[in-house]
Each structure stands twice: as structure tokens, then as C-alpha cells.
């Protein structure tokens, strides 16, 4: 078997069965070019991408392992297909989770391989050994390997996500006001949007946008202020529900506590509802309908600062050049809550189907997602088409790797258009692009090169730079005043609520979900607090406080294990 595999970052999810287009006799390699290549399918539990991977990465796969593959994304509609996929054994070849309950099920059904006798065949997975020993420890065997491992673990030089960012010109025009806790941004959003009450497109210009999408057990973004401060949903390994801890100090939050940042998040964007300021959609949009309006900056404030600056800047080029645009903007009292780069992995998981009809070929895949090589072309495409090494050996974009993501791509590179990564196809990155790549001895994520932040810097940039003392990016500002609570993600346990408090799990998060929307929607703020009584009792008649009890043993186990880390 070839020794290449393919470092894919993300959950690959096998569903649907794996046809073969062999042709010739049955004792062709997997990767043999005389029999074509060998189609395989990811079934992903992260992304709603569903067909062909085409484009620029089909000809890389065709190209280096001689596979083609076909995503079968989990969620149809809103409705998880897994169990129905589980109990059919209808898993496809490579299997993305981003549950580790449902990761669980499957090994507990047989439905995932035992890797473990096969490591000799995985090199470059095999080279992550803290990540492989997590395995065994977790779940007595290696079933999958985590997503987002890292040869180190240290603070990244990507931006956090908690930092918001904001239409920087308008601002501007604003005199840069002081900005001095997360809340304060309603004031400065409420006169651009006065000022300026549709885009430049002419579309609508919201305040504040949100989306329905990514809710689990309570309303997704209302949980994406507390990072601000500090706090996280997550250790790396467990996803915590109805808490949330500190990612530096030995302290929790419960998301139901009186003035917890997740229902002070509610009573904000409730503030932009009665003052006609949200986006009447936030409810019922899709994760692709909040992008379409990043795209076009249809709100004042991004909640995930990458949107404005990853989505609306690259979208709007002249826009930028004349120094209009999104950038960060970091309140006054910021603590920013985020991972470092991670040796033992995050909750997610690559794993090979028991029913792949080709392991060798899936193990081939599975690892070169795992291998240098194979990590850059999942971030950042092949060498020579988005970026390339100049003569002093830095990283570089081409002229294609600046361009919008609806720019097409030649035809000999595979065609297709600049968005269609793997990443838009199945999320879920072998490797964190926070990592230090052995071949660019650079981080893998664009954003953080000299290159990108400073050689292209547009008026925008240079405004915003300029604005904050010379500084390059948010993270090294950040950085210069003490602004982070950067956190290790240690091999702790998978936490597994037991089958009875599952059940109680689910129907409190139903209760916090549907009551916590109409929170945000109340006309007044005696509808808000009637609300906000009725979900805190209902949620504990459920078993709200058992679960908290559960979830919080969990996060005192993160906090012994990173203290006998340091």
C-alpha cells in the first residue's frame, strides 16, 4: 500500500456506500492508476455540503493517491440522519464526528475500525503520538484520531474569534470612541446604523445579525460573549452545555446563573429587537444565509469576528482599497478566551468505517489528511496556485490566493472556483492550521503571514493599524496588553452523560433553546423577564441542576489536569 495519505482537517464521515470504479483485474493496488481512481465517501457530522469534492482538490487527490470522494454531510434539513445511518451500517469509508457521543455509539456498534494494529501503515498519523495514546486511554482503542492536533502547544498567532469586528470606517466617522465593555458596542452601532441604513449595495443594514443553525442546547451565539471575558464552551475535548469555564482561572459560569453573560447576550440582542435594529431572519437563517449577508455586510457587528474580515473584506476588494471595511475591534475590558495549539488533538474525530470497501485506500487518505503536505493543501491549496515560497523561502500569495472565493480557477489546476476547500466541503482539519508547517516554518492559517498583514495591506488595514499603534493584527495587540487567557487542552476524559440524565439533558437544552429565542424576540421588557422566569423554572423542574452538577465535575477535572500540565 502507498505510504501517502492525505491530511484532510476535519471529520470525514463516511456515508453512503463506497463505489468502485475498478477496472481490470481485482489485484490492482488501491492506488493504481490502471485501475482509476477509487471513490470513496466522507459521511461529516460538520459541515451540510453534500456531492462530489470537484475542483482544484479532486485533481489533487486523482492526482497524489489516485481517490475520489464524495461528501454525505449528517444533517439534512436541520435532522440528524446518524442513527438511521448507524443502525443501517450505512457509515460510507471515512467518518467525520464532531460527537463524541455519537463516536461512542459507533465504536460500541462495531461500526468504526480498531486502527490500532494498523499504525505501522499510518506514519504521519502514528507521529501524533500524545493524540494516539488519547485514544486508547479514552476509548480502548484507537477508533479515530483527533482533528486539530499540533506538533506543539503554544499560544497561536491567529486573532480569537471573541473579538468582534465592526465596520471600521464607520467608526472612524464616529472619532473611534472608547469602547469599554462588550455592551458598550450597542451605542456606537446604534449611529451607524443611523447614519448609514443600507449597504452600499443598497441591501438593509442590521445592527446585529444572527443565525439558528449551530444551536445545541441553548441559542448558539448568546454563548459567544462570555469567550470575551474569558470563559469557554469547551477543554478541546468535551463541549460543555449549561456551563461554562474560565480558561485560566478555576471558576465557572452556569449559563442560567443570575447576570450570566448568556442571558445579559439575550437581553442585548433583545435591546436591538425592540429598537428595530436585528435582522428579522436571525431565527431562521442557515449558517449559508448568515454568510450571504457577511458577504454583503449586512450588520454593523459580527459576533464571529473572522465573518467581517474573512468574508466581507476579500468579497469587496475596492471597498477595501478605499479604506471601508470590517475590522477588529477589541473593547476596553477584553479578556479573550482561547485554545493553544494542541498535541493531544480537539473533540473531533477522523475514523475508518468497518464497512469501507476499500480500507486500504481509506487508510491511505486518512493519512496523508495527517501529513505535511497534506495539511497545506487542505488550508491553503497546492503549492504554486493560492500561495507560493519567494526567494527567501517565506510564504507569499499569488495573485489568485488574494482573490474573492467566486473567482474561478483554471481549468489545469482542476477548475472549480477559490471557495471550493476542503474545508467548505468537510470541515474538519487534520492538522490546526495554528501549527508551525516544517515546509512554510510558518503557521498554515494565511492570516498570521507578514506577508498577508503588511506587504498587502490595503488603506483599511493601514487605517486600523494605524489606529492601534502599529500593530499588524489584533492577536499582537492582544498580546502587548495582557489581553488573553490562553488555554492548554490537556488528555482529560470524554465525559458521557449516562442514558437517564441524557434524557434530562435534552429536555432542558429544548426548553433553554426555544424559551431563549423568544427572549430575543420579547416586544418589551416585561415579556423578556416574564420569559427568562419561565425557562429558568422549567429548565429546573427538568434536571437543570443535575446536569450542572455533571458538566461541572467534568471542568474540575480540566482544572487539576492543565495545573499538573504547566
Known sequence: ???????????????????????????????????????????????????AVGGYMSKVMKDKLNVSLNVMPNSVGGSSRFETKLATGDLGDLVLFTSSDDFKKAIEAGSVLDLKEDLGQLPNVSRFNEAVARMESSFGGVYGIPTGVSNA???????????????????????????????????????????????ESGDKFYGMSLFSEWDGRSVNMAKQIAPSYGYTTTDGVNNYDFIMPHGTEDKIERILDDNSYYLQALKWYNKFYQNGMLDEDSVSQTWEDYLAKANKGQSALWVYGYMGTLNFNPTNPELVKEGKGYKRIPFANLTAAEAKTSTVGSRWFWAISSTTKDKEAAMEVLDYFYSDEGALNYHLGPEGLFWELDSTGKPVLTELGKSPVDTAVPAEFGGGKVGDTFKYMFNGAAQDENTISPILNAPMNKT??????????????????????????AKEYLIQNNMLASYSIVNVPNYKYDDQLAVKRDQVGEI????????????????????????????????????????????NVWFEARKAAR
Open 512 to 555: 433553554i433553546k426555544e424559551l431563549s429565542w423568544k427572549m430575543i424576540y420579547a416586544k418589551n421588557d416585561s415579556e423578556f423577564e416574564s420569559l427568562k422566569a419561565e425557562m429558568v423554572q422549567k429548565a429546573k423542574s427538568l434536571g437543570y441542576d443535575e446536569c450542572v452538577d455533571f458538566e461541572e465535575q467534568a471542568a
Open 1 to 51: 500500500m502507498k505510504k501517502k495519505m492525505f491530511q484532510k482537517a476535519g471529520l470525514i464521515g463516511l456515508a453512503t456506500l463506497l463505489t468502485l470504479s475498478m477496472v481490470g483485474c481485482s489485484t490492482d493496488e488501491p492506488g493504481s492508476s490502471e485501475a482509476g481512481p477509487t471513490n470513496l465517501t466522507i459521511y461529516t457530522q460538520s459541515t451540510t455540503y453534500e456531492g
Open 153 to 199: 502547544n503554544e499560544v497561536t498567532q491567529i486573532d480569537p474569534v471573541a473579538i468582534p469586528s465592526l465596520r471600521f470606517d464607520y467608526y472612524e466617522e464616529l472619532g473611534t470612541p472608547e469602547i469599554q465593555d462588550y455592551w458598550d458596542y450597542y451605542d456606537v452601532i446604534e449611529q451607524m446604523v443611523k447614519a448609514h441604513p443600507t449597504t
Open 448 to 473: 498570521t503571514w507578514n506577508s498577508y498583514l503588511q506587504d498587502n495591506a490595503e488603506l483599511l488595514d493601514q487605517n486600523w493599524t494605524k489606529h492601534y499603534g502599529g500593530v499588524l493584527s
